[in-house]
């Protein structure tokens, strides 16, 4: 299965935009972005996904590299709430689509 | 629409005593997904199950874990002769629908976090 790369924290104040990278150099030309973030205390939540092109909806946008073996998260305006483990998941069509596979994470954290 | 429901929230056992995790799905939701959260890591994948069917186990330890969602009633993480090791926090998730569809995301509940004395 295709692993990704995360750092394991990023920081960021309040109300600025944060970009949290992803390298998944061994991807496939059928597995898909996605991405979870999971608060404390929480179970995870679906944040964002993609394929090829570039992404958006009401809580982020996704940057997909050219050659699909990087992605960016893109969070517009930090908020507080925001303060969360983000969990970059490449999902390959298959047997194994439904095999969530999380690696470490990015742990962000938000300061006011 | 209420979401994911796990319960208890929280569950003690001393070594060696039976744990039972529950977990209902969202309404509608016929797939079931059981995960593992260590202690600053991430989600490890245990087993994935329909109604009245084990499709892939092959996340769950070989020895004491099983997992069943009945016809009626919540999907049942079963952990028996519990140990220190065991102690976690469970996430269930569910899904409408198993086909590879890029819009098939899974709904996590709470979670279930057990600790083992």
């Known amino acids: 299965d295709a692993k990704t790369t995360q750092p394991n924290s990023m920081e960021s104040n309040e109300e600025e935009p944060v970009h949290l990278p992803c390298n998944h150099s061994?991807?496939?030309?059928?597995?898909?972005i996605h991405w979870y973030r999971q608060l404390p205390s929480q179970g995870p939540e679906y944040v964002i996904h993609g394929l090829t092109s570039n992404v958006n909806n009401r809580m982020a946008s996704l940057a997909i590299a050219e050659d699909r073996k990087s992605s960016t998260l893109i969070l517009h305006r930090a908020t507080l709430r925001d303060a969360a483990v983000y969990y970059c998941i490449l999902r390959s069509r298959g047997r194994n689509f439904n095999k969530f596979y999380f690696g470490s994470g990015t742990k962000l954290n938000v300061k006011p | 629409n209420a979401g994911v429901m796990q319960n208890p929230r929280h569950l003690v056992r001393r070594r060696g005593q039976e744990a039972r995790l529950r977990c209902s799905p969202m309404k509608g939701h016929s797939h079931v997904y059981w995960y593992r959260q260590l202690p600053e890591e991430g989600l490890k994948f245990m087993v994935y199950?329909?109604?009245?069917?084990?499709?892939?186990e092959s996340g769950m330890p070989k020895e004491r874990f099983s997992a069943e969602f009945p016809k009626e009633g919540p999907s049942i993480l079963r952990i028996q002769q519990v140990v220190r090791g065991d102690s976690a926090a469970y996430f269930c998730a569910s899904s409408p629908f198993s086909a590879p569809s890029s819009y098939n995301e899974q709904f996590f509940g709470p979670g279930t976090r057990l600790t083992v004395l």
């Open positions: 061994t991807i496939s030309g059928t597995d898909y």
């Open positions: 199950l329909q109604k009245e069917n084990i499709i892939d």
